[in-house]
């Protein structure tokens, strides 16, 4: 998959668009697009766009967003669940996130883990799978943070997804990681 993150620079130069990431894959000889909340201009009219591309030219198409999981802002967790829409809207295989910063088990935090099993059902209930990267910075960058995660929520739904780079810039141990 190509990312679309590596033609931000002709994005926010208006060279080209997130219609030119499926054309661009395809050309390249490239499986699929790993679309990101950035990347939209006019999201409303590019959405439906991008799905009929994503079918018609045969590519797997992922999503990925930096709305985190564990989120203390109601809006940011409303957010994430447009995202998971969005990512449903465009026909993607999975929905790639981060973990954020872990919340307590006290009452205090009872909201945020509402907040993040709601997601989690919803995406069970429209069959994207979730991928819980490791950040490229704490909190949830060590791979043992994203363990604890997928272990604290259990859902069928949920994997993750390794950032090779992300653990070898941190000084991890990839192979750990991955292992």
Same mark, same amino acid.
């Given at each position: 998959l190509i990312?679309?993150?590596?033609?931000?620079?002709?994005?926010?130069?208006?060279?080209?668009?997130?219609?030119?990431?499926?054309?661009?894959?395809?050309?390249?000889?490239?499986?699929?697009?790993?679309?990101?909340?950035?990347?939209?201009?006019?999201?409303?009219? +590019?959405?439906?766009?991008?799905?009929?591309?994503?079918?018609?030219?045969?590519?797997?198409?992922?999503?990925?967003?930096?709305?985190?999981?564990?989120?203390?802002?109601?809006?940011?967790q409303q957010q994430l669940m447009q995202d998971l829409e969005d990512a449903s809207a465009i026909g993607a295989q999975l929905?790639?996130?981060?973990?954020?910063?872990?919340?307590?088990?006290?009452? +205090?935090?009872?909201?945020?883990?509402?907040?993040?099993?709601?997601f989690l059902k919803r995406a069970e209930d429209i069959g994207m799978p979730v991928a819980l990267e490791n950040f490229g910075r704490a909190p949830g960058n060590s791979w043992q943070e994203v363990k604890q995660a997928i272990e604290d929520l259990s859902p069928s739904v949920m994997g993750t997804l390794v950032d090779i780079g992300n653990y070898v810039r941190q000084g991890f141990d990839v192979m750990e990681a991955i292992r």
């Open positions: 990312c679309g993150d590596q033609f931000s620079k002709q994005l926010k130069g208006g060279t080209i668009t997130v219609l030119d990431f499926a054309p661009l894959a395809k050309r390249g000889g490239v499986q699929g697009v790993e679309y990101r909340t950035r990347s939209w201009k006019d999201q409303a009219k +590019e959405l439906p766009l991008v799905r009929d591309q994503v079918r018609d030219m045969g590519i797997i198409a992922t999503y990925g967003t930096f709305t985190t999981l564990f989120n203390r802002d109601a809006a940011e929905i790639r996130t981060l973990r954020g910063e872990r919340p307590g088990q006290g009452p +205090e935090d009872a909201h945020i883990w509402k907040a993040t099993r709601a």
